[in-house]
């Protein structure tokens, strides 16, 4: 397998533009999970999906941050509009199942923001 | 690669040292602790878990180790190799099916 999958791996882009950042887990996981990574703040779960359902979407910062998972194989995390403080490496995640099943990450994206 | 933090707890070590990583983690109701590498400009991959109920665990060059009573888990590497440079964290349960991750800890080893 391929493994998850992240597009773009980096992004630059001008505050107030839109930002959609995708996502591929490793086909057959049930599980479909978003992070940000800062030096400030380390890595923090944004949201989870079981089965392409969210599940716990208490990490997203704001409105303007927004994810969908259409299918079993495509998840996307939309920033609209963004700002200089949503610059950080984006990561997506898949397991097979809950915990403990592992967490396999994609490679992430780096969004800078101007 | 991406720099996951410039002020990260930094670790040095040289080429055959065994080096010691230490974690404290917070909910001494966790089950399962797991330990990730992340290269610079890469994601976070896993090396090995430990449950609540054993102390140590060993893998590959590595071997994990839980103290409860302190809720302190360390990771240790054995011989280690300029491959092993990367920052590690220490993970903990922080939900029915999600993880809460340490800030990491730097390794440099130089050859």
């Known amino acids: 397998d391929a493994g998850v999958i992240q597009s773009p791996r980096h992004e630059v882009t001008e505050m107030g533009q839109e930002v959609t950042l995708r996502c591929k887990p490793i086909s057959g996981h049930d599980y479909l999970f978003w992070y940000r990574q800062t030096m400030m703040r380390g890595l923090e779960l944004l949201i989870y999906f079981n089965n392409n359902v969210p599940i716990d979407d208490s990490g997203m910062p704001e409105d303007r941050f927004s994810a969908k998972m259409p299918n079993a194989s495509f998840s996307t995390l939309k920033i609209q509009p963004s700002e200089p403080r949503d610059s950080a490496v984006y990561f997506c995640a898949s397991s097979l199942g809950r915990l403990p099943d592992t967490q396999y990450f994609g490679p992430g994206t780096r969004l800078t923001v101007l | 690669g991406e720099s996951v933090g410039l002020h990260l707890p930094t670790l040095s070590a040289q080429e055959g040292d065994n080096s010691i990583i230490n974690c404290a983690y917070s909910?001494?109701?966790?089950?399962?602790f797991i330990w990730y590498k992340q290269e610079s400009g890469k994601g976070p991959q896993f090396i090995i878990d430990i449950r609540s109920n054993m102390d140590k665990r060993q893998g590959q060059r590595v071997t994990v180790l839980l103290n409860k009573t302190v809720k302190h888990l360390s990771l240790q590497i054995a011989a280690t190799q300029p491959g092993d440079s990367a920052v590690y964290f220490c993970a903990e349960p922080g939900g029915y099916s999600t993880l809460t991750f340490g800030k990491g800890t730097m390794l440099l080893v130089s050859p």
């Open positions: 909910n001494s109701a966790s089950d399962y």
